[in-house]
C-alpha cells in the first residue's frame, strides 16, 4: 500500500511585481495590486516537520520553528518564474528548501494503490 498523504501544508501566494528586480517572489499573504500590476496566486506547499505559522510582534503572519523562537523569512531561490519557496531564518541560520504541491485552487489527492 503506498500512502502519499501530505501531513503537514501551508498555502504560500506566489507573485510578481515589475517594480521588483527579478520581478518574483513568494509570500504569507495574498499580494494584489492592480495599480501596480502587482499580483499573486495561491499554491500548497509543504511544511516541515516541526515548523508552523505564528505571529510576529507586529501581528503579521511568520513561520517558526517549536525549537526556536526566531522567525523565519518565506523567500524565492531564483529570481525567475519557477524559483521555489525557501524558508531562511532561525539561529544559527538555516536555508531550507519548500516543496510545492501545486497550485491551491486544484484537489490535492492522496495516491494509494
Same mark, same amino acid.
Given at each position: 500500500m503506498k500512502n502519499n498523504k501530505i501531513q503537514n501544508t501551508i498555502t504560500?501566494?506566489?507573485?510578481?511585481?515589475p $517594480? &521588483?528586480?527579478?520581478?518574483?517572489?513568494?509570500?504569507?499573504e495574498e499580494v494584489w495590486n492592480d495599480?501596480?500590476?502587482?499580483?499573486?496566486?495561491p499554491y500548497i506547499v509543504e511544511l516541515p516537520e516541526g515548523f508552523y505559522v505564528g505571529e510576529?510582534?507586529?501581528?503579521?503572519?511568520?513561520?517558526?520553528?517549536k525549537s526556536c $523562537? &526566531?522567525?523565519y523569512d518565506v523567500c524565492?531561490?531564483?529570481?525567475s518564474e519557477n524559483?521555489?519557496?525557501?524558508l531562511v531564518g532561525g539561529h544559527p541560520v538555516e536555508n531550507i528548501t519548500l516543496k510545492v504541491i501545486g497550485p491551491a485552487d486544484k484537489k490535492?489527492?492522496?495516491?494509494?494503490?
Open positions: 504560500l501566494y506566489k507573485g510578481y511585481n $517594480n &521588483l528586480f527579478g520581478g518574483w517572489f513568494w509570500s504569507l495599480w501596480d500590476h502587482v499580483y499573486s496566486d510576529c510582534i507586529t501581528g503579521q503572519p511568520m513561520i517558526f520553528k $523562537n &526566531l522567525g524565492i531561490g531564483q529570481n524559483g521555489k519557496p525557501h490535492i489527492e492522496a495516491d494509494e494503490h
